[in-house]
């Protein structure tokens, strides 16, 4: 769209957001008298600290440019989510900046049932800093994420670089390890208050001398998706074609998804209806 388009698409974004927006969720009185559904342009105009008349004048699409801190202050006061952030400053033609505040990550309820209906396709969700979030019994299996490998147990970059069994059973650990940093980094960046990154960058530094060499290459991400062969202790030889989904409302949490080949899957099946977990 051209700049008149997309400041039109702005407004009618604001107009919308203000509406689905009760009085009660941002500390007002909702009133005897109110007849305008949601907010009035009044009302966030005041909470985000910024003047009627120009904020009417974002709403009516006119010909002006808010700044990176009068949309983080729009998107604060209309309590906006993640996606939603991300919208508007992709509306109002400003990249995204990283995120000042360090944000709990919680999944849907439906995430690991969704997991659940994935099996026996090893499937996991991963969240802004890698951690697993969730998985099931096929990822846990395939991927071993239940074994203890401190003080990160239960995180994706940590393992790749520090377990073993990853490193000899990937037939392409290398190429994909440079990508995961490239992707990893991108991630970091938009989180540079949050402590818990550098302890893990130092750790893996500290650790893996592979990890300290690859990243100081600063290349660019791409896709981690496509095919994937694994030689496993407890399966063998296993073949997948590996695909990522983007969550809309949480965008820093991904569902990895692995589809077995033919082979593979008749081997897990086989496993999991006639035999006990792995060690």
């Known amino acids: 769209?051209?700049?008149?388009?997309?400041?039109?698409?702005?407004?009618?974004?604001?107009?919308?957001?203000?509406?689905?927006?009760?009085?009660?969720?941002?500390?007002?009185?909702?009133?005897?008298?109110?007849?305008t559904r949601g907010l009035r342009r009044e009302e966030v105009a005041g909470i985000a600290n910024i003047g009627l008349s120009w904020y009417t004048r974002l709403e009516q699409g006119r010909d002006i440019r808010p700044s990176v801190?009068?949309?983080?202050?729009?998107?604060?006061?209309?309590?906006?989510?993640?996606?939603e952030r991300r919208h508007l400053f992709l509306l109002a033609g400003e990249s995204l900046p990283p995120q000042?505040?360090?944000i709990e990550e919680k999944l849907?309820?439906?995430?690991?049932?969704?997991?659940?209906?994935?099996?026996?396709?090893?499937?996991?969700?991963?969240?802004?800093?890698?951690?697993?979030l969730a998985w099931n019994e096929a990822a846990a299996a395939v991927f071993m994420i239940h074994r203890v490998s401190p003080p990160h147990d239960y995180n994706l970059m940590w393992r790749q670089f520090t377990d073993s069994i990853w490193k000899e059973g990937?037939?392409?650990?290398?190429?994909?390890?440079?990508?995961?940093?490239?992707?990893?980094?991108?991630?970091?960046?938009?989180?540079?208050?949050?402590?818990?990154?550098?302890?893990?960058?130092?750790?893996?530094?500290?650790t893996s001398d592979d990890f300290t060499r690859m990243w100081q290459y600063?290349?660019?991400?791409?896709?981690?998706?496509?095919?994937?062969?694994?030689?496993?202790?407890?399966?063998?030889?296993?073949?997948?074609?590996h695909v990522t989904l983007q969550f809309p409302n949480e965008p820093d949490q991904r569902m990895m998804i692995y589809m077995p080949h033919p082979a593979t899957k008749s081997r897990l099946e086989h496993y999991f209806t006639g035999a006990s977990g792995p060690s």
């Open 1 to 35: 769209m051209n700049d008149s388009e997309r400041r039109l698409a702005l407004g009618n974004f604001l107009r919308d957001l203000r509406s689905s927006v009760s009085p009660g969720e941002v500390g007002l009185l909702p009133g005897n008298r109110r007849r």
């Open 69 to 83: 801190g009068v949309l983080e202050s729009l998107a604060s006061a209309l309590k906006l989510t993640p996606n």
């Open 100 to 102: 000042s505040t360090i």
């Open 108 to 132: 849907s309820p439906s995430i690991q049932h969704m997991l659940n209906e994935l099996h026996p396709n090893p499937a996991y969700v991963i969240g802004k800093k890698w951690d697993f």
């Open 170 to 206: 990937s037939e392409d650990w290398e190429s994909v390890s440079r990508r995961m940093i490239a992707e990893f980094r991108t991630a970091r960046a938009r989180y540079l208050n949050d402590d818990s990154f550098d302890k893990l960058i130092e750790d893996l530094k500290r």
């Open 218 to 241: 600063h290349e660019v991400p791409g896709s981690l998706d496509g095919y994937k062969k694994l030689l496993h202790p407890t399966f063998g030889v296993i073949e997948f074609e």
